[in-house]
């Protein structure tokens, strides 16, 4: 108790040096917070803007004739439209796989003009994870229609249209895409089934991979050696551009963090260590006054890497409001997609005010050892 009085009055006596390091400190820990929880809203915008782009990976029957799938675009062979079911019931596909979208899909004629019929069915995501699901909900008995089909139909959203002896209501008409997605009429899984007579069957599984591997790194093999075990009737294709796309920039979004945390923690605990080793100099007589009373090299240590540790811990508080206040003021602008996640995150205040003093007092213990070294004569013959 008596050593935590006598820091406090150190700190109370050297107000300026006391006021330097804290700033200091504090500006290490507001760097350090806001950077960890932009790289993180960083992540979430890249996850977010890359999941937006498709879905990867496009699971299928195995006796699927690529030369077929490729040219037509979907693939003549189904599956049960359980296989969805199982594959989101084995434990852990959600580390490999997501957003498991089943689909049926085929050419249909339409008042005399040959469409592509989509059904979707539900995203199927991991349970809990809340995760906005992607694609179109589209209810039974509504449609979307792509620009190209919509204009050669003359229907308009709100309108109607009628398939299969059956009439539909529009419910949207989608922007111009500069795909086939413009000559796509959407309909629930449901709807498509029984229009092309195809009950409980789907033509794929679309996803996307949880992985983010690059090519690479063997990506397709580590997928297929998981459906294998949960589907060995299908097979798994991967849209190599977008899987990679993806992948990188969820690797480069991580080195950043890597690269980012520790600079700032290195920038602490080198002012900590510059601004104690100064201390240590302007104090030798005080230093040599301590030995001569009798003070053991432990004692005066203790004075040096607590007030470090005090100043860490006062550096860190101040350190973690600001930069939250940055990052909670310049992050949805800066990631305007997700902005609504920013969030103060509990845990990372909560690191950074019990490791920062921790930080200071190693960034101590050489100007500490300084101080224990020193003679007690020599310094008061100097003085």
Excluded at 156 to 171: K, M, N, Q, S, Y
Excluded at 262 to 289: D, K, Q, S, Y
């Amino acid at each position: 108790m008596r050593r935590v009085v006598i820091i406090l009055r150190e700190l109370r006596y050297h107000r300026v040096q006391t006021l330097l390091a804290v700033l200091g400190l504090a500006v290490a820990t507001a760097l350090l917070t806001a950077v960890r929880m932009t790289s993180a809203a960083a992540e979430r915008e890249t996850r977010r803007v890359m999941r937006d782009l498709g879905f990867n990976l496009r699971i299928v029957a195995k006796e699927t004739d690529p030369a077929q799938f490729w040219r037509d675009g979907f693939p003549e062979r189904t599956l049960p439209e359980d296989s969805v079911r199982r594959l989101a019931a084995q434990h852990g596909v959600f580390l490999t796989f997501n957003h498991l979208t089943p689909v049926l899909e085929r050419r249909h004629v339409v008042d005399g003009r040959e469409v592509l019929l989509t059904g979707l069915g539900p995203s199927v995501v991991g349970p809990g994870e809340g995760k906005q699901p992607m694609g179109f909900r589209i209810p039974d008995g509504r449609l979307h229609l792509g620009a190209a089909v919509a204009a050669s139909l003359g229907v308009a959203r709100g309108g109607a249209l009628t398939l299969g002896g059956r009439p539909f209501a529009v419910d949207r008409v989608l922007t111009e895409s500069g795909t086939e997605d413009d000559i796509r009429i959407f309909a629930s899984l449901a709807d498509a089934q029984s229009l092309l007579g195809l009950p409980g069957q789907i033509s794929e599984i679309k996803a996307v991979d949880c992985l983010c591997l690059t090519s690479e790194q063997d990506a397709l093999g580590a997928l297929r050696r998981v459906l294998a075990e949960i589907l060995p009737e299908a097979d798994v294709l991967q849209v190599r551009h977008l899987a990679d796309a993806r992948a990188r920039q969820r690797q480069m979004a991580t080195r950043h963090a890597a690269f980012a945390v520790p600079l700032a923690v290195g920038a602490a605990a080198l002012w900590t260590g510059v601004f104690l080793g100064l201390n240590v100099r302007e104090r030798r007589a005080e230093i040599g006054l301590w030995r001569a009373l009798g003070r053991n090299s432990a004692a005066i240590a203790s004075l040096f890497l607590g007030r470090a540790a005090l100043l860490g811990l006062i550096g860190a508080v101040a350190g973690v409001g600001i930069g939250t206040a940055l990052a909670l003021h310049w992050g949805p602008r800066l990631f305007p997609v997700t902005a609504g996640a920013m969030a103060p995150d509990p845990v990372l205040m909560v690191c950074i005010v019990v490791l920062t003093p921790c930080v200071a007092a190693i960034a101590a213990v050489f100007p500490a050892l300084l101080a224990v070294a020193q003679d007690p004569a020599e310094c008061l013959r100097a003085d």
